[in-house]
């Protein structure tokens, strides 16, 4: 925050306090104050306190409506497990995220409409506390001028708080009104196909959400200019697998029946990678050669032939 104070001599002085962070290090405060003497010094920060199992879980919203499903979703998980749960109304991206970050908010679920430029900031403080912000379904957000909006919500989560982070997405992926977001890009959400659907692992390795074109012309069951049949997908989270080293799971087609093996490996997002490349990277780059193998078999004549000949299905 800026403020702008009138000293002894009625001269105008600004002081911006400044909240910084570096992955590995935490985060720092500065103050900067604008007179004559341009002073920058270090500013104190409030306490930091993380989540502990059994706490009070304190989840902060906006007053929008367009919160309220998402909010639903968080309470009946939540009390459902008898335990404690206390509701925020705050105002600002920022400011949301920065409670979280300093421990005084657990969780924040933010609406369908903030952009990057509310939450790139807020963000990097809190992924250097050792915190977590993602989209709806457990997705890191995009930082990518494709798209500015964060349309798929925004959930973060205070240090200690991992396991509530991922509760609270995963019943979003099985949760018809959140899975709805996705209907743009083919997602079929009615019926049983919405109860827990993988779409954190159908993504681009950008983490764009994958459509049911792209899959159908992978196939090579569709024409560039659409004119099959094919209108969407379903996912189901029972088909995933979900690895230390990658993440996997099935495209079922409707109403053609088709369906597909979708593998996807995004080191930085997995937990065991990240480990790995600190204590044996030699290792992570033999399974970069490894999938490199793997995907020049899968694209190879003699793949073709083992899949047209043999009749095996690979995979």
């Known amino acids: 925050p800026t403020h702008d104070n009138e000293d002894s001599n009625n001269a105008t002085t600004a002081s911006t ?6 992955v590995g290090r935490g985060i720092g405060k500065m103050m900067c104050t604008k007179n004559e003497n341009n002073i920058v010094k270090c500013a104190t920060m409030p306490e930091l306190n993380q989540y502990h199992d059994g706490d009070t879980i304190y989840i902060s919203t906006g ?32 400011n949301k995220l920065l409670k979280v970050a300093c421990g005084q908010t657990t969780l924040s679920l933010l609406h369908t409409k903030t952009s990057l430029w509310d939450t790139a900031a807020p963000t990097a403080i809190l992924v250097a506390l050792g915190g977590k912000v993602t989209d709806y379904f457990g997705e890191p957000l995009i930082y990518n001028p494709k798209e500015l909006g964060n349309r798929l919500g925004v959930v973060a989560s205070v240090v200690g708080a991992k ?41 681009d390795l950008d983490g764009y959400p994958l459509s049911y074109e792209y899959f159908a012309q992978k196939m090579g069951i569709i024409s560039t200019d659409n004119t099959d049949n094919t209108e969407s997908y379903y996912c189901p989270e029972k088909e995933a697998v979900r690895g230390l080293m990658s993440n996997a799971c099935r495209i079922h087609l409707q109403p053609s029946k088709d369906t597909a093996f979708y593998k996807r490996i995004v080191f930085e997002h997995l937990d065991h990678a990240r480990a790995k490349m600190k204590t044996a990277p030699h290792k992570l780059i033999r399974d970069v050669k490894s999938y490199k193998v793997e995907t020049s078999f899968l694209a190879s004549k003699a793949c073709k032939e083992v899949i047209e000949k043999a009749g095996l299905r690979i995979p």
């Open 17 to 22: 306090e400044v909240v910084f962070g570096l």
């Open 63 to 94: 007053d929008s409506s367009s919160v309220t499903p998402a909010v639903d979703v968080a309470d009946k998980i939540f009390q459902s497990k008898g335990g404690s749960i206390s509701r925020q109304i705050m105002g600002a991206t920022g």
């Open 163 to 203: 396991c509530e982070h991922d509760e609270i997405v995963k019943a979003f992926r099985g949760d018809k009104v959140t899975l709805s977001l996705l209907e743009r890009f083919g997602l079929n959400c009615d019926g049983d196909t919405s109860m827990d659907q993988c779409v954190d692992i159908t993504r």
